[in-house]
């Protein structure tokens, strides 16, 4: 059971650095945001370290802009570097986001004026 939730949480963690990776280069690089720009409407968006439940808005924005990525990486001035096998990470993406959703449900839900939401989120 121990190494079922170490893969998981393995899983998790490559998984969001992976995107994260991604968004720092469409997000610093203007070439990427030129490009990226033609194929979506939405604007990148990386983790904050202070604030948990956006590794969750992270993965969601990838999930929105899986095209527009494939896309982006064909163009010639684009420097965007996808996973080898996109349709596969995307399962593995939208698993780690029902994940996270429940993680965040279970959050709310033991908020109270007794436990802060910093102090529920270090569970």
Known sequence: MKAKMFHAGWVLFATRNMIHDMMLEWKNSNK???????????NPTVNIV????????????????????????????????LPTNVRSFDATVEAASKCLEDVNVCVKELQTSCFLLHNVAKL
Do not use: Q
Request: aromatic content about 12%; overall charge positive.
């Open 32 to 42: 990427n945001c030129s490009v990226m720009l033609k194929h979506t409407h939405y």
């Open 50 to 81: 202070t604030r948990w439940t956006s590794y969750g808005t992270m993965l969601s924005k990838y999930s929105k802009t899986t095209d527009a990525f494939i896309e982006a990486s064909k163009h010639p001035d684009s420097s965007i570097t």
